[in-house]
C-alpha cells in the first residue's frame, strides 16, 4: 500500500476531494492554486481538485 504524506500547512475543506483525508489535511503530491488574473481570495480556484465520493 503506498503511504499517503500530507502537505504540511495545507488546510482543506473538500470533503470530496481525492486528496483530503477526510481530517482536512491534503495529501496531493502538489497543489496549484489559480487563476492568475485573481485579485482578491473569492477569485482563486485550487486547479489540483479532483472530485471523489462525497463523504
Do not use: L
Not at 7 to 30: L, Q
Not at 34 to 49: E, M, S, V
Amino acid at each position: 500500500m503506498e503511504q499517503r504524506k500530507i502537505i504540511p500547512g495545507i488546510h482543506c475543506d473538500v470533503s470530496n476531494c481525492v486528496y483530503n483525508d477526510k481530517r482536512s489535511n491534503c495529501y496531493a503530491n502538489e497543489i496549484e492554486v489559480g487563476p492568475h488574473q485573481a485579485q482578491k481570495k473569492d477569485d482563486t480556484i485550487c486547479a489540483t481538485f479532483r472530485q471523489g465520493e462525497h463523504q
